[in-house]
């Protein structure tokens, strides 16, 4: 079991930045990845952004590439979103996972196992 929780989010105007945290209550094992979702009102949770634990890998969808950045800090037991170039189609709240991978990265909800609560993030034009 882990405990996830997401910090960071707020009100930002577009163009700006945030960076969300998320605290595991353990260690996160080699074998796992953490991810990063969004769900905007009315719309599906997508994936955004992965970093397999074991070696630092990253993936991210066309959607955010370039724009965000997940990385962890073991020694924390934190993983961040460094969020840039907002725009209001970035509103949504925001949800960090945990799941086995085993190096091969997915956003499939499916692959991770535990849920942080979320952070609302609103950008404004």
């Known amino acids: 079991q882990v405990q996830l929780a997401e910090s960071g989010g707020g009100s930002v105007q577009a163009g700006g930045s945030l960076r969300l945290s998320c605290v595991s209550s353990r260690v996160i094992y080699t074998s796992e990845c953490m991810g990063w979702f969004r769900q905007a009102p009315g719309k599906e949770r997508e994936g955004i952004a992965s970093?397999?634990?074991?070696?630092?890998?990253?993936y991210y969808p066309d959607s955010v590439k370039g724009r965000f950045t997940i990385s962890q800090d073991d020694a924390k037991r934190t993983v961040y979103l460094q969020m840039g170039s907002l725009t209001p189609e970035d509103t949504a709240i925001y949800y960090c996972?945990?799941?086995?991978?085993?190096?091969?990265?997915?956003?499939?909800?499916?692959?991770?196992?535990?849920w942080g609560q979320g952070t609302r993030v609103t950008v404004s034009s």
């Open positions: 996972a945990a799941g086995n991978c085993y190096g091969i990265h997915s956003l499939s909800r499916s692959r991770f196992n535990y």
């Open positions: 970093i397999y634990t074991g070696d630092g890998s990253t």
